[in-house]
């Protein structure tokens, strides 16, 4: 069972970084400064942040139960290494949360009819998903190594 929960655990992590990922390229590719590219932006922003807001409650999720079998196992009694990696990817969760969190409000920013500040809100858009992508990616890859911490 504890190896279902981290795939499953991964794959929510995986799910959100890739459509950031998909975000950013889809974004870049479309050209987002001309109207077709911010247009897209505008249609796919919200789906892109409620994916991350799913993906992120269904990470916290699996987490803290990943966590409980862990300890479970271990009878409680974590190494100091696996405190520090879980912290770290603690830390990135919560600079995840901080992108997406400012991702809605420059989501809401699009629906302006100041068409700078739109297309500002655009740009940093992709900015953030960036971001959640970098800070994703890193988190996957500390839960690798906290496999054999």
Not at 1 to 26: C, D, E, K, S, Y
Not at 49 to 76: E, Q
Request: with cysteine.
């Amino acid at each position: 069972m504890r190896t279902t929960i981290l795939w499953i655990h991964a794959l929510g992590g995986g799910a959100w970084v890739g459509a950031a990922i998909a975000f950013v390229i889809g974004a870049s590719a479309s050209g987002g400064d001309d109207e077709a590219g911010f247009a897209m932006i505008r249609r796919v922003a919200p789906a892109i942040n409620r994916i991350g807001l799913g993906a992120m409650l269904f990470i916290v999720i699996t987490g803290v139960v990943n966590i409980y079998l862990a300890g479970m196992t271990r009878r409680f009694q974590f190494s100091n290494a696996f405190v520090v990696l879980l912290s770290a990817k603690i830390a990135l969760l919560g600079a995840m949360y901080f992108f997406l969190t400012i991702s809605w409000r420059a989501q809401h920013e699009l629906k302006s009819s100041d068409r700078p500040r739109a297309h500002r809100a655009a740009r940093r858009l992709v900015a953030y998903n960036l971001a959640i992508a970098g800070c994703g990616g890193i988190a996957l890859l500390l839960g690798l190594w906290l496999l054999g911490a």
